[in-house]
């Protein structure tokens, strides 16, 4: 099974793609970060759109594992994560797309020798291959 998991930063959308198993360590397949320069630029919306359309072409077979951040309340997500987090979502196709809660991907143990700034989405791609969540309505 491939997963990518999904992680936001500021204006930075963070992706490891990893493929494996409950019953073995998950393999890292790719990763990548994309940035948004600004949230009320059209160009800027349309190149990260692009870049999040060319990973998620790329690894069609995947299904996603999205670390879920709270709309709401002291620690809600900004305007860059939330539209990038609706770029995914609206370029995810016919791919499987599931949330994954930061208390369930911050209980699965970290990858070696991946950065840090990585390790929340491969965080959450490994809580999808471990257990299967609810998929989000479309």
Avoid at 30 to 53: C, G, H, P, S
Wanted: charged letters at 30%.
């Amino acid at each position: 099974m491939k997963v990518v998991g999904v992680d936001f930063d500021a204006n930075k959308v963070l992706f490891v793609v990893v493929e494996g198993g409950p019953e073995g360590e998950p393999s890292i397949v790719d990763t990548k970060r994309f940035r948004l320069d600004d949230t009320r630029d059209a160009d800027a919306m349309k190149k990260v759109r692009d870049e999040i359309r060319g990973l998620l072409a790329a690894h069609a077979d995947a299904c996603l594992s999205i670390r879920s951040k709270p709309e709401n309340g002291q620690m809600r997500a900004g305007a860059a994560a939330l539209k990038m987090e609706a770029l995914v979502l609206a370029e995810s196709g016919s791919a499987e797309v599931s949330f994954v809660s930061s208390v369930k991907a911050g209980k699965m143990p970290e990858a070696p020798g991946l950065f840090a700034y990585l390790q929340t989405a491969y965080k959450a791609a490994s809580a999808r291959l471990v257990e299967k969540p609810k998929k989000s309505k479309k």
